[in-house]
């Protein structure tokens, strides 16, 4: 395995886990500082891991029945 190689797939590997922190982050700092539409916005961004959390159980779920 070539080192080119082992690079890309460590940054495959972490640019999901990465993006969801960000969006995390962006939604806690929001509803810290902000209020109104700010409220509103950092709660769209803190459901989105939760979402998606719930969609890989059921995806595992769903691939051990078949």
Do not use: E, K, N
Not at 4 to 31: H, K, M, N, W, Y
Not at 55 to 66: K, L, N, S, W
């Amino acid at each position: 395995m070539s080192r080119g190689t082992l690079r890309q797939s460590f940054g495959r590997i972490f640019a999901a886990p990465a993006v969801v922190a960000v969006v995390s982050l962006a939604g806690l700092t929001g509803a810290l500082v902000g209020d109104g539409m700010r409220d509103l916005l950092s709660s769209v961004c803190l459901s989105i891991p939760a979402v998606l959390f719930c969609t890989c159980i059921m995806r595992g779920r769903q691939r051990r029945t078949d």
